[in-house]
């Protein structure tokens, strides 16, 4: 069967949807949650790893951490992103406090650090806050 594989952010089932209805709302078989819910959602380790390994939709990991100044002034921007960018891309928070080996398993040196994940591998990494804008044209790019 074609489509292009979701895992669901909040069960982890992997979920087959045909690429013309990745705009459309797609919802997961097994627990009805958004798989393109066009905003920023905040996962934990197990799941990264999951739909970091197996999704062919491009996966967005701001890695962050509540007593980071610059990651809270960017949470709002990042979460914008997400909506522009709802059927391209989907957009994740990861703590990196309260999931340190998810940290350390990506070399994660700074924070706020944005990875995109593409058919099972990192394709891209950008230290630093930026705006919604910049976020959607380094997505993009």
Do not use: Y
Request: charged share 25%; glycine share 12%; net charge positive.
């Amino acid at each position: 069967m074609a489509g292009k594989k979701l895992t669901c952010l909040d069960c982890g089932q992997v979920n087959r949807v045909p690429e013309e209805k990745l705009g459309a709302g797609p919802k997961c078989g097994t627990c009805g949650a958004a798989l393109m819910p066009g905003k920023a959602i905040e996962v934990d380790a197990a799941t990264l790893a999951k739909a970091a390994r197996t999704d062919d939709v491009p996966l967005v990991v701001d890695f962050w951490a509540p007593w980071c100044g610059p990651c809270r002034m960017m949470a709002p921007e990042f979460s914008k992103a997400a909506g522009a960018l709802s059927s391209e891309a989907r957009l994740v928070k990861l703590n990196t406090e309260a999931h340190q080996d998810a940290g350390a398993k990506h070399g994660i040196r700074g924070i706020p650090t944005m990875v995109e994940f593409s058919s099972g591998r990192e394709v891209k990494r950008q230290s630093g806050a930026m705006p919604a804008q910049q976020i959607v044209g380094w997505v993009r790019g």
